[in-house]
């Protein structure tokens, strides 16, 4: 597993090394299974440039959504799915390992409906 720290979609010498990570590893008897991008709950409009901009580079195959314990919905996943065709995968409702859980598309519609 490799966990790329402090990635900046706006800062291209860093989206180059990314891409130069995944090349690496699927070199030889490599293979890259998944590729997850890890986005707040609290991005906005920027998420989905986030994920086309990491999209581009990586192949992403699947988003991360993290702080859904606080009130922001995370919504722009929507826009994500349908403009991108990325998935989410995985959900962050706090600071623990056990609060990183697999995604309920049903729970989650039901929490965008909570106030
Ligand atoms: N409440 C809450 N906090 C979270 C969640 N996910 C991550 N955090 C907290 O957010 C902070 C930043 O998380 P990191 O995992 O270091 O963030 P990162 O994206 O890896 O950051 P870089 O490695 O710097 O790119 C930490 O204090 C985490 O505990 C979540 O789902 N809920
Ligand atoms: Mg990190």
């Known amino acids: 597993m490799a966990d790329t720290a402090g990635r900046l979609h706006t800062k291209s010498n860093l989206m180059d090394e ?3 990570v995944r090349r690496v590893a699927e070199k030889g008897a490599g293979t890259v299974t998944e590729t997850l991008l890890v986005i707040d709950a609290t991005t906005g409009q920027n998420g989905l440039t986030q994920a086309r901009e990491f999209g581009e580079v990586t192949n992403v195959t699947g988003v991360v959504l993290t702080k859904l314990d606080g009130s922001a919905k995370g919504g722009i996943v929507f ?11 995985l959900v962050g409702i706090g600071e623990t390992i ?5 995604f309920d598309p049903e729970e989650f519609v039901s929490a965008l409906f909570e106030r």
């Open 18 to 20: 990314l891409g130069k």
């Open 79 to 89: 826009a994500i799915e349908t403009e991108l065709a990325i998935p989410v995968k």
């Open 98 to 102: 056990g609060d990183l859980i697999d």
